[in-house]
């Protein structure tokens, strides 16, 4: 049924591109056949109940079973519900805050959406404070909104500006190769110089190390390494690691 698609993983993409999800002509007597469905990704946009539209140019990724997405470089990042982000404090109105994320609008964040938040103890946030946050509505007719906790209503994660450390920004491409479950940038990195790093998909990246030197370093060999092969990073990683920079 994905045959056509799966031809296509790792090709690059541009928009207008028509893909068919048509049902096997051939049928089994003695399996049950179960309905096998598709989850699209960015970059990709359903036309029908048989057409795949692709909406963004770049390279086609696959992950099992049947999940899809256009990976690319922009420079304006486009909300996508439950995606995480870092985003910039810019305004406290009232009981909302405005968030800026990289997006063509502002987000607005409740202080209710943070963890332990009432009406009595309001989390202690100011403008130009870093917050790591969900998107939980993102979509054209309505103004996006984040919140900095789960469905239970607990943080999985730190939400408040981080003390020290370092904010890098437009590193669109790199975000999804850091998060990959065995990242060989992230496993270089680590052992170049132990940090903590904090990656929003908005192509935001937090880093702090035990120096500022070190934090500044990082900071640098990521925006580097963006765009190289995997030979070239690791030669960069190599001269770091000498001090030769």
């Known amino acids: 049924m994905f045959s056509g698609l799966r031809e296509k993983v790792g090709q690059v993409l541009v928009p207008g591109d028509e893909f068919s999800l048509e049902v096997q002509e051939t049928l ?9 469905k598709v989850l699209l990704g960015p970059g990709l946009k359903r036309r029908g109940d048989r057409k795949l539209l692709v909406v963004k140019s770049g390279v086609l990724r696959h992950k099992q079973p049947h999940v899809f997405w256009v990976e690319n470089h922009q420079r304006r990042y486009v909300p996508a519900k439950g995606e995480t982000i870092i985003g910039i404090i810019t305004v406290k109105s009232g009981d909302v805050f405005k968030l800026d994320f990289g997006g063509s609008e502002q987000a607005s964040l409740s202080y209710l959406a943070f963890e332990g938040a009432t009406k009595r103890n309001r989390p202690n946030v100011q403008v130009g404070d870093l917050v790591f946050a969900q998107f939980i509505v993102a979509n054209q007719h309505m103004e996006p909104e984040l919140v900095c906790v ?10 408040s500006i981080w003390s020290g450390g370092a904010a890098v920004q437009r590193l669109s491409g790199l975000v999804r190769r850091l998060l990959r479950p065995r990242s060989d940038v992230l496993s270089d990195l680590q052992k170049l110089f132990p940090c903590e790093l904090v990656v929003g998909m908005n192509g935001r990246l937090w880093v702090k190390a035990s120096s500022v030197q070190q934090t500044l370093i990082i900071c640098n060999l990521l925006q580097s390494c963006e765009t190289m092969t995997t030979a070239q990073r690791q030669q960069l990683f190599r001269r770091a690691a000498q001090g030769v920079l």
């Open 28 to 36: 089994s007597l003695t399996e049950p056949l179960k309905p096998e």
């Open 150 to 159: 789960d469905s239970a209503g607990e943080s999985q994660w730190a939400w």
